[in-house]
């Protein structure tokens, strides 16, 4: 079965800077999401990628997925307090039968301190 | 638009009680999703329906857990004899599935469920 590795599992940022999240799949990826949770709530869509070396951009907040088809990485800009939550990748699986259930990797939970 | 719903957002309840959830998925979406999602954990899946059919189980569904879509809208997931291991957050999720192509997953707020 896929599994999907999300590092690092938190960090917190200074407001203004830069961070990036990897997310990194044991089997080739047939397709990526991105979704956005906060604490307590339910996931918001982000982006989703599907070509190797696809990369997609919305506000400041930036999704690739690399060549190989095995990781994706996403980076925001520039953070700011509305950033903050628990980030997470999810991925479909190989086999279109199988229906659209996403597998998800572990989250990684974002602070920005102001 | 309005979004996926999701009903009640919070439930607590003793141990060995039974509980439903309800789920209204976006109003055209023919696939609605369930999964659960346990604190520190990203969402596991448990169950989908495509219209009123129970396409596919996961193995974390035991038999004490029960989902239906009966007219192909909303859904409703029950719990029988509840553990306090049935503590989750329970997250439903629609798509539309049309020529072959599965589009994005939409999530609800959730159901929180605590077990005492």
């Known amino acids: 079965s896929q599994e999907l590795e999300q590092s690092p599992q938190s960090l917190i940022v200074q407001e203004g800077k830069n961070l990036t999240i990897n997310c990194t799949s044991s089997k080739t990826l047939y397709g990526l999401y991105w979704y956005k949770q906060k604490y307590g709530e339910g996931l918001i869509f982000l982006m989703m990628l599907q070509k190797g070396g696809e990369e997609k951009s919305h506000e400041k907040i930036t999704a690739k997925l690399d060549e190989k088809k095995q990781q994706s990485s996403l980076h925001i800009t520039a953070s700011q307090p509305s950033h903050a939550g628990i980030y997470l990748c999810?991925?479909?699986?190989?086999?279109?039968?199988?229906?659209?259930?996403?597998?998800f990797g572990g989250g990684t939970r974002v602070l920005v301190k102001p | 638009d309005t979004g996926v719903s999701q009903d009640p957002r919070h439930k607590i309840t003793k141990r060995g009680q039974n509980v439903t959830f309800r789920c209204d998925p976006i109003?055209?979406?023919?696939?609605l999703y369930w999964y659960r999602q346990t604190l520190g954990q990203g969402p596991e899946f448990l169950t989908y329906f495509q219209n009123e059919a129970q396409l596919e189980k996961s193995r974390l569904l035991s038999d004490r857990f029960s989902a239906e879509r009966p007219k192909g809208s909303f859904s409703t997931l029950e719990i029988q004899r509840t553990e306090q291991g049935d503590s989750a957050m329970y997250l439903c999720?629609?798509?539309?599935?049309?020529?072959?192509?599965?589009?994005?997953?939409?999530f609800g707020p959730g159901t929180r469920l605590t077990v005492l």
């Open positions: 109003s055209e979406h023919n696939r």
């Open positions: 999720a629609s798509s539309l599935t049309a020529g072959g192509r599965t589009d994005t997953q939409y």
């Open positions: 999810g991925a479909p699986p190989m086999i279109k039968a199988a229906g659209n259930k996403l597998t």
